[in-house]
């Protein structure tokens, strides 16, 4: 199944009507307001956001698991639904790799296959909270704070692999999250666990490449419920620091208790140069892994506003940070998920480059909480979508990507071609 050119210009060509009469009154408006509507859509157009091969499959809970139908069955299969999608909206050109979940056994194959999808790699991310079959030592105890050497030994030559695999595929960033911790009070040496986390990283970050990152993310709980040995900012921070330049922290929203102030931390981090990367997701309780933006988009909004003010140009926002969503579908298809979050990442930051910066710093200068909060809402109230929809017409996108993937019947198509027992390996 491939989404073309025809099918764009065609179904651009029926929204373009009603495109026009809600795009033309936002472009006075903002003409109005001093806004480079150009550059702004622009700055819409060229931000991209890297899609996680974990999740292109229904996800499930501990009760159940229910498969959509024409799920990826291999790596070949999920990079061309990444394919799909970036046809669609020409906003989502890179893939993020989970591995052993998606080995590239052939790289040069599947590098050309990226290629002509018009896709690279982004950051590849390890797995050492799962016992793989063949393993010698369990991970049922901790990975790389394991009290057991070989084990440690173990979750540091996996990390050293996924790095190769990543090397081959020009993928520039390794993710380490780490499930490590204990579930009863007394059950772990605090200072040990964090000690031994910190050598394993250090021997990981030596067969770093130059020009890679680690992204180290954190976790309040979950696998493990009494303490995890990176448990919040504050500690990806600490290692970060100690291992060097080419370590930072990476902040999952979903990682966080209700109602930390996640906006605060990005600011921090941003003004420390140890802001790696970010994976979307969205929350009402922890981990809920669902769709950016469905629960709190002002949230997003936030984040995105310091994200701004935190770096110092467009390039160093696009291109120095990883932007890759983190989810998991129980209950819809993935792809239209990913749809929808991509479209709630570029919303909210299409709001955030619409804030009126000097005023907001007056306002915060002179104490005028009002009016700092009035100049915020202002962006935030701002309907943006007309610009996303210009944004992805210049770029040869679809109008409306999720209409055309409906109207296509884009998962009847997969349904068609892969059957409809196919589960995809993943989250
Ligand atoms: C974790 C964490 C990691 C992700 C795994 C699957 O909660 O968010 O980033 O790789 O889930
Ligand atoms: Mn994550
Ligand atoms: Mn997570």
Redesign the pocket.
């Known amino acids: 199944m491939r989404v073309t050119q025809q099918h764009i210009r065609e179904h651009n060509k029926d929204a373009e009507e009603e495109h026009t009469a809600s795009f033309l009154p936002l472009v006075d408006q903002l003409d109005g307001k001093d806004v480079e509507v150009d550059l702004l859509i622009d700055q819409i157009a060229s931000f991209q956001v890297a899609i996680?091969s974990?999740a292109l499959g229904a996800g499930g809970t501990r009760f159940g698991r229910f498969p959509v139908g024409g799920e990826p069955g291999s790596l070949q299969e999920k990079i061309t639904d990444v394919g799909l999608l970036h046809a669609l909206n020409r906003s989502s050109g890179a893939i993020s790799l989970?591995i052993p979940w998606d080995i590239p056994e052939d790289t040069t194959a599947v590098r050309a296959l990226a290629g002509e999808l018009d896709l690279v790699f982004d950051a590849v991310?390890s797995?050492t909270?799962q016992d793989q079959e063949n393993q010698e030592h369990s991970y049922k105890f901790g990975s790389l704070s394991h009290t057991d050497a070989a084990v440690r030994k173990q979750a540091v030559e996996h990390n050293i692999e996924v790095i190769r695999y990543g090397d081959a595929l020009g993928s520039r960033a390794l993710?380490v999250?780490l499930?490590d911790g204990s579930n009863f009070p007394g059950q772990q040496n605090f200072q040990k666990a964090l000690r031994r986390t910190r050598e394993s990283l250090e021997e990981i970050y030596t067969e770093l490449p130059d020009d890679w990152q680690m992204l180290i993310?954190y976790?309040p709980y979950?696998p493990n419920f009494y303490s995890m040995v990176i448990p919040d900012w504050g500690t990806s921070f600490l290692l970060a620091g100690k291992l060097g330049a080419k370590a930072r922290t990476?902040v999952?929203l979903?990682?966080h208790l209700p109602n930390t102030n996640i906006e605060q931390i990005v600011a921090t981090l941003s003004m420390e140069d140890k802001l790696g990367g970010f994976?979307f997701n969205d929350s009402k309780y922890g981990?809920d892994?669902l769709t950016t933006g469905a629960i709190k988009p002002y949230q997003l909004f936030l984040i995105f506003s310091e994200l701004i003010e935190g770096t110092e140009d467009r390039a160093d926002l696009e291109n120095n940070i990883a932007w890759m969503i983190?989810a998991s579908h129980n209950v819809k298809d993935p792809l239209e998920d990913l749809l929808q979050s991509v479209e709630a990442i570029k919303k909210a930051y299409a709001k955030a480059l619409l804030v009126d910066r000097r005023g907001l710093e007056e306002a915060r200068e002179a104490n005028d909480p009002v009016l700092a909060q009035e100049l915020l809402q202002d962006a935030f109230q701002s309907d943006v979508r007309p610009l996303l929809r210009e944004a992805r017409i210049r770029s040869e996108a679809a109008a409306d990507p999720l209409r055309l993937y409906r109207e296509l019947d884009v998962r009847g198509q997969l349904i068609e071609e892969r059957g409809s027992d196919t589960i995809a390996t993943?989250?």
């Open positions: 996680p974990w989970h991310n797995n909270f993710t999250w499930a993310e976790k979950e990476l999952d979903g990682h994976h981990d892994d983190d993943g989250l």
